[in-house]
């Protein structure tokens, strides 16, 4: 099934001045490289600068209980509140880059992630972890959650979008990729401290590109978004619902416009709509334990376990940058697949081969890489975030111009299991003595959510109309 596309048409269109009108043609003479992959660029990069931290806490865990005796569960708890504001802030975000503009919010937010890993180095008591690595960062990690990917992807292309999602996605892979071996050696020499501060240059080495680089909209540049056509900018003006026969949905920036300028408001009056609607309960159970199985435990807590098994943090450091290498290959192709195939059978198939990678690692952990671990870190790799492509794209099908906003909050229901398995792992390893029951009980629910997502009614779309205003 092939997902329904979103023009993102602007409605500042007209008051774009004549010799910089929107038009879908491509002007006379050469061919030149459309704006939205120059925007998409600089996106990525951002993106990879906001996912210092998303390496951080499993690699800089053992030295900051060796240093100042903190419990697992103490630092586990910094990272639940971390990824619950994660979450919780997303779809604000999405309607705060309505409200004020793509490039304003990148820019604070990259700034937050920088002020908060900056003071880091500081902290000499538990609280303050929490403050650092919980509030400041998750406040704003959360702003550049992948709700930005699909804030870009549907304001900015009218067609491959699902791809677009993807290769966006995969920043946050690549900034793992980037990030992560160099902090765990700078945690061993000179110590935790240096990685945090490098945690910080990466985020805010970003923000002069953002400044200059990312636009808000193609009106600002006097174009439409990559493969709309000016018969579609017509169309558009008809009606609002994605459902409408022939009749593409609007711009988030229109979405706004015809809500309230507030951007909570706005956020909040979104959840009231989509809460009536199945679809989303489904998605939204669905990715609170893809976040669980990702970034609660395997991101958080999989070095711990390694070293657990004697396996020393820069070997388990490496095997989770192998986890980044095949978790861009995988977010890009799953963004190729969704633009043509069912995006609920894939996400069934994603669910329920990353259980079955759970459910046998509790085999594979030694003090030693064997193959069958090395196959365990591509095929986990290239599942990661694959579920991301398929879960936008059922996001904006479903609910249209809200599909940004709407994805914020299924996104938000991503990073509260994410800070639950966090939290809970962090338990049972202190209860336990050992992750055994954390990695089962995850494979289970991996199978809960694959069932969900293959329930997905197929005509969601037609059944469950929804308002856009």
């Keep these: 099934m092939t997902a329904p596309d979103v023009t993102g048409t602007p409605t500042e269109s007209s008051r774009v001045p004549s010799r910089k009108r929107p038009s879908g043609k491509r002007p006379s003479g050469k061919r030149r490289l459309h704006p939205a992959w120059i925007v998409a660029a600089v996106a990525f990069l951002a993106l990879v600068g906001a996912a210092g931290f998303r390496a951080a806490p499993g690699v800089l865990m053992v030295p900051l209980q060796q240093e100042f005796g903190w419990s697992t569960t103490v630092l586990s708890l910094a990272v639940s509140i971390n990824l619950v504001l994660f979450g919780l802030t997303a779809p604000f975000a999405a309607a705060l880059m309505e409200r004020f503009g793509i490039r304003k919010v990148t820019a604070l937010a990259l700034c937050l992630i920088g002020l908060g890993s900056a003071l880091t180095v500081l902290v000499n008591q538990s609280w303050q972890i929490l403050l650092t690595w919980g509030v400041l960062i998750g406040l704003g990690t959360g702003s550049m959650a992948l709700v930005f990917a699909a804030t870009i992807a549907n304001t900015w292309f009218a067609k491959s979008r699902g791809l677009v999602i993807g290769i966006l996605t995969a920043g946050s892979a690549a900034g793992q990729l980037v990030f992560l071996p160099f902090i765990a050696a700078l945690a061993q020499n000179p110590g935790w401290r240096g990685a ?119 070997t388990a450091a490496g095997l989770l940058a192998v986890v980044g290498i095949f978790d861009i290959v995988g977010t890009i192709a799953s963004g190729w697949l969704t633009d043509r195939f069912n995006p609920k059978v894939l996400l069934a198939v994603y669910y329920q081969f990353r259980g079955i990678g759970l459910l046998v690692l509790p085999l594979l952990l030694g003090s030693s890489v064997e193959p069958s671990m090395i196959i365990f870190v591509v095929v986990y790799g290239l599942d990661w975030v694959a579920t991301v492509p398929p879960t936008a794209a059922i ?27 966090a939290l809970a792992a962090g338990f049972i390893r202190d209860a336990t003595g050992h992750y055994n029951y954390a990695w089962l009980g995850a494979a289970a629910m991996c199978t809960v959510a694959a069932v969900i997502s293959a329930t997905i009614r197929k005509d969601a779309a037609k059944k469950e109309p929804v308002a856009v205003a």
């Excluded at 400044?211 to 000016?230: F, H, I, K, M």
């Excluded at 309230?260 to 989509?274: D, G, I, M, T």
């Excluded at 996001?395 to 994410?418: E, I, K, M, N, T």
């Design 196 to 314: 945090s501060l490098l945690i910080a240059a990466g985020a805010l080495a970003v923000v002069p590109l953002v400044l200059r680089w990312l636009r808000n909209s193609p009106a600002d540049v006097g174009v439409l978004p990559y493969g709309a056509q000016e018969p579609e900018v017509q169309n558009a003006d008809a009606g609002t619902s994605p459902e409408a026969a022939g009749k593409p949905d609007a711009s988030p920036q229109a979405a706004a416009n015809t809500d309230s300028p507030n951007a909570a408001v706005r956020a909040l009056q979104v959840l009231k709509r989509a809460a009536k609607v199945r679809t989303f309960w489904a998605l939204a159970a669905g990715f609170a334990i893809c976040g669980a199985t990702t970034n609660g435990l395997i991101g958080t807590h999989f070095i711990p376990s390694a070293h657990d098994h004697g396996m020393p943090e820069t």
């Design 395 to 421: 996001c904006r099908s479903v609910f249209g111009a809200d599909g940004s906003v709407v994805f914020g909050w299924v996104f938000a229901a991503h990073q509260l299991g994410a800070a639950a398995a």
